[in-house]
């Protein structure tokens, strides 16, 4: 079957830290995955939605990567280390992980599904990048948090392959598919540090959650995405000490673009 055709499907809800996510059939799994094979499993999965786009493979393989991160998850007394190799080791009081990397699609621009009405979809897939211990600590994240910002990633990165693959299809059911994964990604980002990134990564679920709704027209839920996406952005602009992350002026437009539904949202039926 065309994976332009196949219908995607998000996985169900397991505790209050992830989903239960199918293991994906694959002669490594067996094998415990450090953080740097993680990271390029993302990567590799990112390649095939952005610049393939096929949406099936690179979802099974975003699924693959949560299930080794719910098996660490779930061992944690011996695997959480092991997630570390002797590449990624540490003092453990110093952070491994660095900023976000937004990876954009050649595309992209030229792509009229990225845009619904007045109100544009942040397609950008995320990824992490590790950092040497040297290296300016004003963007690193502890260690020990590593793990629920890298699952956090790989979520956001598997609802915006449901909702990517949704609007290709033009099927709203498809579209609609993403939001648990959405709210899965937002719930796991909470606890963190509020770095630039992570605050980034939290515009960015909240944007295209907003996205979901204008383009189905929810126009309650798109009112509780814009004020806690302005919500977030007064954090940011006010009393902020570090540099403002660039990808910033793409949520203010969208927040300015939608102002009216922003003000008044819709009487409840």
């Known amino acids: 079957q065309n994976s332009s055709q196949a219908q995607l499907k998000a996985p169900s809800h397991h505790d209050n830290h992830s989903y239960t996510l199918q293991q994906a059939q694959h002669p490594c799994y067996s094998k415990m995955m450090n953080l740097s094979s993680l990271i390029a499993l993302n990567e ?45 080791e540490t003092d453990s009081t110093n952070p491994t992980v660095g900023a976000l990397v937004p990876i954009e699609s050649p595309s992209s621009a030229d792509d009229n599904n990225t845009t619904a009405g007045s109100y544009s979809l942040y397609c950008n897939a995320l990824t992490l990048v590790k950092v040497a211990p040297n290296t300016n600590p004003s963007n690193w994240i502890r260690r020990e948090q590593v ?7 790989m979520v956001y990165n598997s609802a915006l392959c449901l ?14 598919a993403s939001i648990p994964a959405y709210d899965t990604a937002l719930g796991l980002i909470c606890d963190l540090e509020r770095l630039p990134f992570v605050l980034v990564l939290e515009l960015a679920i909240l944007n295209n959650c907003g996205h979901v709704h204008y383009h189905l027209c929810q126009a309650r839920d798109l009112h509780t995405c814009l004020k806690l996406m302005k919500n977030t952005l007064c954090g940011i602009t006010q009393g902020w000490t570090r540099a403002i992350p660039e990808q910033v002026s793409s949520f203010s437009t969208n927040i300015l673009m939608n102002a009216q539904n922003y003000a008044r949202p819709a009487a409840a039926a």
């Open 44 to 88: 590799k999965a990112i390649w095939l939605m952005r610049n393939d786009k096929d949406y099936m493979s690179a979802y099974a393989m975003f699924n693959q990567g949560l299930a080794h991160l719910e098996n660490i998850y779930n061992d944690e007394d011996d695997d959480m280390v092991m997630m570390f190799d002797s590449d990624d």
């Open 147 to 153: 793990f629920d910002l890298l699952y956090a990633v």
């Open 163 to 176: 909702h990517w693959h949704g609007m290709s299809t033009g099927r709203d059911s498809d579209v609609h």
